[in-house]
């Protein structure tokens, strides 16, 4: 292994998008001082026009409109000095607030120094996987120790990529957003100029969490996170690779902490990978009820049509068995009662071919309960 491979690179690269992103407020000062200059003299024309028309008498609100341009002036004219000034107390605040007395920006912006720890911690591992590759070795612990040393540098890339982003997303809104200052001089525009020095603040408290956090976390990677010797066993393996992603997790929550600390409410902890587990586990529930309640539905359907269709093939048409005798919209078997008071019919007509007697009652009745039962046998009517 080179013990001289570093990643100066991507520590190098911020540099060079600092340098770049910190001249766009130079070059953009010549439309901010048109703008700048057109707004001026909208609201001094504005104020001589409230001063002819009878408010010069007020001296007080002329004064403070004077004050308020004056103001805002200075405050374009010097804004990358004055975001710059407040964004690096932030972060010695927050360096002074992890451990780090002396507040050095460097581990901040320095985000290749905490890639490097990733080489440093991982030296033990890749020679363990050089000795497996030169012995006889095994498919599962091959696996097992690569697989380990990619998670961990790529942990370590997390964090640094992470610092590289949040860095850079400041000197991106201070090289861009003075445009938008200038509105501030007008009542009905201030709004745009409030919103680009509130992203200024937002990225000085983010950065501000973001070092507090790296300053915790950099004395456990620089001195913990080694292996004790050549022989790594699995519980050291793990126990370094979950420290590991616990510190990453935490890098990779400072943005929405710092939102936290913006609304006023904590959001710190597993409460979002749990409601996601929530959600999918619900949704998975409901489908499989949906897919149930969908096959009982077509069930239930079949089995109609079947009984229809068996109605339809045993009686006449609008519903009459032959004989006369009228078939039961009840009747469980699909006709079966009809067919049977048809069969009867039918022997009775090879006997004789009278009719029967006037008022007879059907063979068979449906009780309340639904169950066949024997009708009474006819009487006839006497003669009054």
């Known amino acids: 292994m080179d013990d001289t491979l570093t990643f100066s690179t991507l520590t190098l690269t911020l540099n060079n998008f600092i340098t770049a992103f910190s001249g766009g407020y130079t070059r953009l000062s010549g439309p901010i001082n048109g703008l700048l200059t057109i707004l001026i003299t909208i609201e001094v024309v504005l104020l001589g026009l409230w001063a002819a028309l009878g408010g010069g008498d007020n001296v007080v609100h002329v004064f403070k409109k004077v004050l308020h341009i004056g103001v805002w002036v200075w405050i374009v004219k010097n804004f990358p000095d004055l975001a710059h000034a407040f964004v690096d107390s932030l972060i ?111 990225c000085g408290i983010k950065l ?17 996170m080694h292996f004790q010797g050549p022989d790594i066993t699995i519980n ?19 943005p929405q902490l710092a939102s936290s600390v913006l609304a006023g409410s904590p959001s710190f902890g597993g409460g979002g990978i749990i409601a996601g587990a929530v959600g999918a586990v619900s949704s998975a529930v409901s489908a499989s009820v949906s897919l149930a309640s969908a096959g009982t539905a077509r069930a239930a359907a079949s089995a109609l049509e079947a009984t229809r269709a068996a109605a339809a093939g045993g009686g006449g048409p609008g519903g009459s068995a032959p004989g006369g005798t009228v078939a ?10 009809a067919a049977t008071a048809a069969g009867r019919s039918e022997a009775g007509a090879g006997h004789s071919a009278a009719a029967p007697p006037p008022g007879a009652a059907a063979n068979l009745v449906r009780s309340s309960a639904g169950a066949p039962q024997a009708a009474s046998p006819p009487t006839l009517a006497s003669n009054p």
């Not at 497996?132 to 942990?155: K, P, R, T």
């Not at 393996?237 to 400072?254: F, G, H, I, Q, R």
């Open 236 to 254: 050291e393996l793990w126990s370094a690779l979950l420290t590991l992603a616990a510190m990453t997790v935490l890098c990779w929550k400072a």
């Open 328 to 337: 039961s919209p009840f009747a469980p078997s699909g006709g079966g009662v």
């Open 92 to 202: 010695q605040a927050g360096l002074m607030a992890g451990g780090h007395a002396d507040g050095d920006e460097g581990l901040i912006f320095d985000p290749g120094g905490l890639a490097k720890y990733g080489l440093e911690a991982t030296a033990p591992l890749i020679a363990k996987v050089e000795d497996l590759a030169h012995q006889s070795w095994s498919m599962a612990d091959m696996v097992v120790y690569e697989g380990a040393y990619l998670s961990i540098m790529v942990c370590f890339f997390i964090m640094a990529i992470h610092v590289f982003i949040a860095v850079l997303e400041y000197y991106l809104f201070v090289g861009c957003v003075g445009i938008l200052l200038p509105f501030a001089l007008v009542p009905s525009t201030k709004f745009l100029a409030e919103k680009a020095i509130g992203a200024v603040v937002a």
């Open 208 to 224: 501000m969490v973001l070092s507090f956090v790296v300053a915790v976390i950099e004395p456990t990677i620089a001195t913990a």
